[in-house]
């Protein structure tokens, strides 16, 4: 249930209202950073109380209930978009953001050549797995401590901020005290714990979509971080799995539009693991940017050949020099810029 006040109320009207919501049980959450407050009532049984015990108070303007299952993260409780901040960089809003590197830190010599070609060609966040979720248990699984701290030495180096992948709710800490992003991978969209720890830490997260979940469940697992208190969540559109296997999944490139329409959070897309070959990623990246995504996500590698995970998606140096170029035309063509 969502309470709107009116344009102008003093903190006081509005604190009157939010201990009237917690009398009734319910936890409170106002909208952040808007013109008009916006108060959502959460909880359980707010299905079960009238509307009018709130539509009484003095300052409210209207009371209405939120018929999606996702809350916090729909455009109901919050009109205006999200712009994501972190460190002087903004994620969500006209400027698209481009997010590259490898897709596990190998190697201080790989990660840092990543990192320099990244900066050079106006990329602002360095990717690097430290902790890899494989799906054999005999595969490369990270260098763990040891991979953030390059991650950590590439972002001396360049000034980058990193994003790195957490994956268990007993490393948050860790991966919070190098990374300025933090992803939850696909695997664990629907890991709840994951997402409580994660949303407590603070640090602005990357939440990818899992690859069997429907727009609604992603979003609704949003609200798991945004309940904290957390607004800098950034959404992540990487490809589900349907019945055409002609990619490794199928970008969802419908799925950006239809986020943009019913939530107030950025939407970026990986189109490396949607790909899962490096000769359809500049098309899927291209694609993502002009259906009205916020940034990418993409997987390079000095050395494609060689690399420990994902070497089939990844772009070579030059391909992804190429493909900066292509979309800083493409964007400027879309009144965007990069
Ligand atoms: C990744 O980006 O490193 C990754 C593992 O991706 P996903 O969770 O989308 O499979
Ligand atoms: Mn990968």
């Known amino acids: 249930?969502?309470?709107?006040?009116?344009?102008?109320?003093?903190?006081?009207?509005?604190?009157r209202v939010v201990e009237r919501v917690k009398k009734k049980g319910f936890d409170a959450q106002l909208s952040p950073g808007q013109e008009k407050v916006t108060i959502a009532v959460l909880g359980s049984g707010t299905g079960k109380v009238d509307t009018q015990i709130f539509e009484v108070l003095p300052g409210v303007k209207k009371v209405f209930r939120i018929e999606s299952p996702f809350k916090l993260a729909s455009r109901d409780f919050k009109k205006e978009n999200t712009i994501v901040k972190v460190d002087g960089v903004e994620i969500g809003g006209n400027k698209i953001v481009i997010m590259a590197g490898p897709c596990a830190v190998e190697s201080e010599e790989q990660i840092l050549s990543c990192a320099r070609l990244v900066k050079e060609l106006g990329g602002k966040v360095l990717r690097g797995g430290a902790?890899?979720?494989?799906?054999?248990?005999?595969?490369?699984?990270?260098?763990?401590e040891e991979g953030l701290k390059l991650l950590a030495l590439a972002r001396e180096e360049t000034g980058l901020l990193i994003i790195t992948e957490v994956l268990a709710s007993e490393d948050v800490n860790l991966v919070a005290k190098y990374a300025d992003i933090l992803q939850i991978g696909a695997r664990n969209m629907q890991n709840y714990r994951l997402l409580e720890a994660v949303g407590k830490s603070g640090q602005p997260v990357l939440l990818k979509r899992s690859f069997a979940a429907t727009l609604e469940e992603w979003l609704t697992t949003a609200d798991y971080l945004l309940r904290e208190n957390n607004s800098n969540v950034i959404l992540c559109e990487r490809g589900i799995r349907t019945f055409g296997n002609s990619t490794r999944f199928t970008l969802d490139v419908g799925a950006v539009p239809v986020v943009k329409r019913f939530s107030?959070?950025?939407?970026?897309?990986?189109?490396?693991h949607a790909a899962g070959?490096?000769?359809?990623v500049a098309a899927l990246a291209k694609a993502g940017i002009v259906a009205g995504a916020d940034g990418l996500l993409v997987e390079i590698h000095p050395c494609p050949q060689e690399a420990l995970s994902d070497g089939a998606q990844s772009l070579t140096f030059s391909d992804f020099s190429r493909l900066m170029k292509e979309l800083k035309a493409l964007s400027a063509a879309i009144g965007r810029e990069i």
């Open 1 to 15: 249930m969502i309470i709107e006040m009116e344009k102008g109320v003093d903190e006081e009207t509005v604190q």
């Open 131 to 144: 902790f890899k979720p494989r799906t054999s248990p005999f595969s490369f699984q990270g260098l763990g």
């Open 264 to 272: 107030h959070l950025p939407i970026i897309v990986d189109p490396s």
């Open 277 to 280: 070959y490096f000769g359809y």
